[in-house]
């Protein structure tokens, strides 16, 4: 008979084991080699990538904030988790990261777990894509090989990520490639490096898509961290098109701050284009706040276009805000242009009260 010392060993061991297995990803038709890369991440791939010239796949596990998120096939069919779908499972080998049914039969959120996994496809010696999961997709490999590494140091593996993200940063379709997903990768990474390394990459000597995606991965995935790095590098950046895309990855941080900063760049950004666009994100954010510094646009600004675009923003503001500002516009602005632009947006609405207006200026 076993003491309660013994049961006590016997379950930990248990549980060790069962958090082993959780921390590997489900997977389905492959060869799997599992090594491991303490020697070093880069070294460890070079040696896969050598001894295999087909197709192949190397993946591993990286600590991630335990958040309640599904990263799956995201292909605009059955294997989107929402609207009561599920991610049933991903196929590797597919061209557009295509679903399969999988072993999920629980549409309900993932457990938040600490960490994800990465995966890197290789043809010919070389890396060609980057993808990132979540414990709660199962993955189907077509019967290529899997090298599964253990023991991937976190700064290791953004190193590596970063130089395949400049290296593909040139390509007209980076937003779709490889770059992209290794952008991603890195700012889910759970380690102060992971900042360090996508300041390096938004800098104003890379290519202006690279320092995109990076503005937009920082916002979404770093926090405050993430939000003081877009803004300090948004801010003043010398190139307009940075800066109005900027304005959209501002919008997406969830920092009390950022209103005031896309206030800023609204009122005084020397880009009609940049004060447009920061006009729209303003909208999205809503509040009376925003509502004021828009209605403020559209007396203020010294340029058609943008009165225009601000009085589009006000058709935008939650709830039916935008109405009665919308009407003050109709009425009293003496531009043209942007009194048709109110009307028009007027007259998208179902709102009574701009009917109620429409009918009134139509029987004068």
């Known amino acids: 008979m076993r003491t309660l010392k013994q049961l006590f060993i016997f379950a930990g061991c248990l549980l060790l084991a069962s958090q082993g297995l959780a921390q590997k990803p489900t997977i389905k038709n492959a060869q ?22 087909g197709r192949v796949w190397i993946g591993y596990r990286i600590p991630a904030q335990a958040k309640e998120r599904s990263m799956c096939c995201f292909d605009g069919g059955d294997g989107w988790r929402g609207s009561g ?3 049933l499972g991903c196929k590797m080998d597919s061209e557009h990261g295509g679903s399969f049914n999988g072993t ?7 457990e938040p777990v600490p960490y994800a996994f990465v995966f ?10 980057v993808r990132v999961f979540s414990v709660d997709c199962p993955l189907d490999f077509a019967n290529l090989p ?3 590494l253990e023991g991937v140091k976190p700064e290791q593996s953004i190193d590596l990520l970063a130089s395949i993200a400049v290296a593909d940063s040139g390509s007209e ?4 490639g490889r770059g992209s997903e290794a952008v991603m990768a890195i700012a889910i990474h759970d380690t102060p490096a992971a900042e360090g390394s996508l300041e390096k990459l938004i800098q104003p000597s890379q290519p202006e898509r690279l320092r995109e995606n990076v503005a937009f991965w920082l916002s979404v995935e770093r926090g405050k961290a993430g939000y003081q790095l877009v803004r300090k590098y948004v801010k003043d950046d010398a190139s307009d098109r940075f800066r109005e895309k900027g304005t959209f990855a501002l919008s997406l941080s969830k920092e009390p701050e950022v209103l005031r900063d896309l206030i800023t760049l609204a009122r005084s950004d020397s880009s009609s284009r940049v004060r447009s666009q920061a006009i729209f994100w303003l909208a999205q954010k809503g509040g009376r706040k925003a509502a004021q510094e828009i209605s403020d646009a559209v007396e203020n600004d010294p340029e058609t276009a943008v009165k225009k675009k601000a009085v589009f923003a006000l058709s935008q503001l939650h709830e039916g805000d935008g109405v009665q500002l919308l009407i003050n516009v109709a009425r009293t602005n003496r531009n043209p242009a942007v009194k048709k632009e109110a009307i028009f947006w007027l007259g998208q609405s179902n709102d009574k009260r701009a009917l109620d207006y429409l009918e009134e200026i139509l029987t004068k």
């Open 85 to 87: 779908k599920c991610c």
């Open 146 to 148: 899997l090298y599964w």
């Open 120 to 129: 890197l496809k290789a043809e010919a010696g070389k890396v060609s894509k």
């Open 32 to 53: 799997i080699h599992e090594q491991s890369a303490a020697s070093g991440f880069k070294p460890a791939v070079d040696s896969i990538l050598q001894k295999e010239p």
């Open 173 to 176: 379709r980076e937003e779709r």
């Open 104 to 110: 999920v039969s629980d549409c309900a959120p993932p």
